[in-house]
């Protein structure tokens, strides 16, 4: 979890170098309490191995998504691909690939395609639901499977890490 904090303060600081947006990151871990999910603009969830969420954490998040409000899924590795897809066939979010006209890969920066992230660049969208694979979020910081990234490679990550928070906090748009 430690590396996934560190790949969101990398991307909180970059953000306002960036954009206008003033990330403040907000860790939780797996058994917390939900009740406040509603004070969120965005809910990230960053999924690691097989899992089974318990019902309290599907009901919380549906109670959150009925809001209208975006939620940004993560598989960080082969093992969480399958779980992160029945969780969210639970949440009624059937994620499909990006179209080739989508804001994600033009606004505010331009990109003919999804970056490679730490573990590849796949992302698909299901209503207010962006769903990867590519474990972004470990990306920020500067790693990848193949080692460190070059600064400009950093950069572009951050650049795609604003992509996707622009694409969950304006998807009623989209």
């Known amino acids: 979890m430690d590396d996934i904090l560190d790949g969101?303060?990398?991307?909180?600081?970059?953000?306002?170098?960036?954009?206008?947006?003033?990330?403040?990151?907000?860790?939780?871990?797996?058994?917390?309490?939900?009740?406040?999910?509603s004070d969120y603009d965005l809910v990230y969830l960053g999924m690691a191995g097989a899992f089974l969420p318990k019902?309290?954490?599907?009901?919380?998040?549906?109670?959150?998504?009925?809001?209208?409000?975006?939620?940004?899924?993560?598989?960080?590795?082969?093992?969480?691909?399958?779980?992160?897809?029945?969780?969210?066939?639970?949440?009624?979010?059937?994620?499909?690939?990006?179209?080739?006209?989508?804001?994600?890969?033009?606004?505010?920066?331009?990109?003919?395609?999804?970056?490679?992230?730490f573990a590849g660049n796949q992302v698909e969208k299901a209503n207010q639901t962006l769903f990867s694979t590519a474990a972004y979020s470990l990306g920020w910081s500067g790693h990848t499977k193949s080692g460190s990234l070059s600064r400009a490679d950093i950069r572009s990550a951050h650049e795609w890490g604003i992509n996707l928070i622009y694409h969950c906090l304006n998807s009623d748009q989209q």
């Not at 009925?66 to 969780?87: N, R, T």
């Not at 994620?95 to 003919?112: A, E, M, Q, R, S």
């Open 55 to 117: 019902a309290a954490t599907t009901k919380a998040i549906t109670e959150y998504l009925a809001q209208g409000k975006p939620l940004f899924v993560e598989a960080l590795d082969d093992g969480a691909k399958d779980s992160s897809q029945a969780f969210l066939k639970k949440l009624k979010q059937s994620p499909k690939k990006l179209g080739k006209n989508t804001t994600l890969l033009n606004t505010p920066f331009l990109f003919n395609a999804p970056p490679e992230g």
């Open 8 to 37: 969101w303060d990398a991307l909180a600081k970059a953000a306002p170098q960036l954009s206008s947006y003033k990330l403040i990151v907000d860790a939780a871990k797996a058994d917390a309490p939900l009740s406040s999910l």
